[in-house]
């Protein structure tokens, strides 16, 4: 039986003898800031409270209370402690460890009195790599913490520890089932799973396995069982995610979960031919995802930590933005490495929703030398990853970490941290493809900005003029709603946006750059002087808008050499005034994400157009496309037209079809554009099915003599 504690806490270094409530699981920092009345981190730069803190020893105190039958035994029992930490009963040190991913179990009954046993977490400073550059992430690169608490260009520096996980005291008997794990696979022909149960009791206990329905499969005591032609798994929107229920239990004891029998490999994308000449050397990196026997077009995003407290990440958290993930037509995440890893209720919500895995470890932008006592922790911590997410049907890549192989990192293939990460994965997690880094050879990171002066102008011709196997990273930046701006920005600082301490805070200055996330100098070439922050907040968004829905739809065409897109990013810890997000912290859609869920719509008329601004006179053009990732062919009339001020002109009829997971080119649209009294025009592509998709741009007008109409120049 599990038993909740009481706990509370202390800082060892400031104020020694003196406590205050904190919760379990939780952070150590933010309850010591609700105890000494610190304001609300989200607002202006309130985060830097925290930062006195960095140094400082923790400690959580309880004194143990629980209900013991005769021949039970105690045990502490914690799901993940953050970072450095010793456990000690009644004074006396227990346990000592290093890392945050590892869970632990200590058997305490032996040195039990039973009367005000008190137990303690002993948490030590932040580890810092010694010589690195003060307060940057520099300072991750000797340990196993996720990078992202130093600091980075949409998380405040905010180096946060504490029982971060689920913890209790449990009272177990003989009957107990520990170490549960069960795996499956499939053979090659896929018609029939294999189940392995794995677990510990000094009973015998019954094994089950029940389908989605509720049918039982198999029931006995076997701990190896055959299932024939088992119903497979699928990533959303092209099939089912389809779960088995497995059953442990013996006469007092009962352990539960899901499997789902699928196979993941990562392939040669298709033209993607390997070096000329002889000898071979470097070639582009198998980048598609070949699911079940089939190739899929990989859409998604890249995930970051929801909360800035870890310790405040709830299921609840999960679901409401892994719902949103779905609905927006993607089928795989990828769990940026300098984040870590999630609890276990993102991945069981993956498994339900469809969602592949993309899971990094917590290696981002660094140089990590393998030390011998750097070495040790990662091995620790990355082989509780893996036992701990294996069995997932949805965890469909490992990887080293994010952007190791560059000038800022400066690892190879022949880092030991990347080596020792590909054979725990090869020995533990044998099937399941391992990267060492994201972007490899042939797979593109960036651009983030809707305009790169020195990288081919807007994200029409970046991406038009790009050719890589896979998007893992790309970003259009916007400026937050003015209602989340008045939540994080002092009102007297909102308007005109300058580099305050809140905007500096929050990512609108200074994050990559002057004012890169903000982009005022971008919106002025395009919109020129701006009179309020709605104003800004407004075009802002327009711009990611486009931005968005030209570099998700250019991707899809450049199938099937290019097989995946997963823009920077999904979510985000907090409120940040300007940045690349679709969901705004907590999980408000920003306008973006209608956009990218329309353009990730599995059966989509699309069209490839050179720019965002468009002048009076200037000849109009736009390549017609028919983007088709579902598992039935795709035909239908689109009708495409122009609206330019109040003013409809049908352009052109196209009948198109194209077979499953598809893609097939029309026609090219064109006509001159009129000279009309409006800041934008839009293109219109309707199907007779309902199915419409619009393109919204930027019009600069240029009085003319005579106003023709719009003059059609298709053939």
């Known amino acids: 039986m599990k038993f909740e504690q009481n706990w509370k806490g202390r800082n060892c270094t400031k104020e020694p003898e003196v406590y205050f409530d904190v919760s379990v699981p939780g952070n150590i920092q933010y309850d010591y800031g609700v105890a000494h009345g610190f304001e609300n981190v989200q607002f202006a730069d309130n985060y830097k409270q925290y930062l006195p803190l960095e140094n400082d020893d923790w400690e959580y105190e309880t004194h143990l209370c629980y209900e013991k039958k ?65 307060r940057t992430r520099a ?5 196993c913490k996720p990078p992202v608490s130093y600091g980075w260009d949409w998380n405040p520096r905010l180096l946060i520890s504490g029982i971060w996980q689920e913890t209790y005291i449990e009272t177990r008997d003989e009957f107990y089932i520990g170490d549960c ?20 009791c000094l009973h015998d206990c019954e094994t089950m396995l029940y389908d989605a329905s509720g049918n039982k499969v198999y029931s006995g005591t076997e701990t190896h069982v ?28 009962e352990r539960s979960g899901y499997i789902g029998f699928k196979r993941v490999r990562l392939v040669q994308n298709i033209g993607a031919d390997g070096a000329d000449g002889y000898p071979k050397s470097r070639y582009e990196a198998p980048a598609t995802i070949e699911l079940n026997g089939r190739r899929i077009f990989a859409k998604g995003s890249n995930w970051v930590n929801p909360e ?60 990590y030398i393998a030390t011998p006592h750097y070495m040790a922790v990662l091995e620790s911590e990355a082989t509780a990853i893996i036992r701990n997410l294996r069995h997932h049907p949805s965890l469909a890549i490992w990887c080293g970490g994010n952007e190791l192989f560059n000038r800022w990192s400066g690892m190879d293939d022949q ?59 790309f970003g259009c930046p916007a400026c937050a709603s003015p209602e989340i701006l008045r939540e994080i920005i002092p009102e007297t600082e909102i308007f005109p946006p300058e580099a305050t301490p809140a905007w500096i805070a929050h990512h609108g200055f200074n ?46 065409k450049q199938r099937p050499y290019s097989s995946m897109a997963l823009n920077w990013c999904f979510n985000e810890p907090w409120n940040t005034a300007a940045g690349h997000c679709l969901v705004a912290y907590p999980a408000r859609p920003r306008p973006a994400y209608e956009t990218v869920k329309a353009a990730l719509r599995p059966k989509l008329f699309s069209a490839r157009i050179a720019k965002f601004g468009w002048s009076t006179g200037e000849s109009f053009e736009a390549e017609l496309w028919l983007l088709n990732d579902s598992l039935k062919p795709a035909c239908g009339t689109v009708s495409v037209s122009l609206q330019v001020g109040d003013t409809v002109t049908h352009l052109l009829d196209w009948d198109a079809e194209t077979g499953e997971n ?10 001159i554009l009129p000279d009309v009294q409006t800041d934008r025009f839009t293109l219109i592509l309707q199907n007779e099915n309902g199915m419409e998709n619009r393109y919204c741009l930027r019009y600069y007008r240029k009085a003319q003599a005579v106003a023709p109409k719009v003059r059609i120049m298709n053939q």
Not at 139 to 143: F, K
Not at 235 to 253: A, F
Not at 528 to 540: D, Q, T
Not at 662 to 671: F, L, Y
Request: charged fraction near 25%; aromatic fraction near 14%.
């Open 70 to 134: 005769e021949g039970e035994r105690v045990f502490f029992v914690s799901k993940g402690i953050d970072y450095r930490y010793d456990i000690s009963l009644n004074g006396e040190k227990r346990y000592s460890y290093e890392g945050m991913f590892r869970g632990v179990e200590i058997d305490l009954t032996d040195d039990l009195t039973g009367e005000d046993d008190v137990l303690t977490v002993h948490i030590y400073p932040h580890p810092k790599r010694e010589g690195a550059p003060e």
């Open 139 to 143: 300072e991750a690169s000797a340990s």
């Open 181 to 200: 794990e069960v795996l499956c696979g499939l053979n090659e022909e896929m018609d029939c799973g294999e189940v392995t149960y794995h677990f510990n």
């Open 226 to 253: 055959s299932v024939k032609n088992p119903v497979l798994w699928w990533c959303n929107g092209q099939g089912e995610p389809y779960l088995y229920r497995w059953v442990i239990r013996n006469g007092r004891e």
């Open 308 to 367: 800035l407290f870890w310790g405040q990440i709830t299921e609840a958290r999960y679901d409401e933005l892994l719902i949103l993930a779905r609905d927006c037509h993607m089928n795989l995440l990828r769990v940026w490495g300098g984040a870590g890893v999630c609890k276990d209720s993102f991945y069981d919500l993956c498994d339900r929703y469809g969602i592949l895995v993309w899971q990094e470890f917590m290696l981002a932008c660094n140089n």
């Open 415 to 473: 880092s030991h941290a990347l080596r020792l990460l590909n054979k725990l994965c090869f020995e533990m997690d044998y099937d399941r493809p391992f990267i060492a880094t994201s972007p490899l050879m042939g797979m593109g990171h960036g651009g983030y900005l809707f305009y790169h002066t020195n990288q081919g102008g807007e994200v029409f011709q970046t991406f038009q003029n790009a050719r890589f196997t896979a998007y893992t990273e």
């Open 511 to 556: 994050a990559w750059g002057h004012g890169s996330w903000l982009c005022l100098d971008m919106l002025k070439k395009y919109f020129g002087e701006m009179k309020s922050i709605e104003e800004v907040a407004k075009r802002s968004n327009w711009m990611q808008c486009a931005g968005y829905q030209a570099i998700f739809e250019e991707i899809r």
């Open 662 to 671: 598809e893609n097939v080119q029309g026609p090219t649209v064109r006509c």
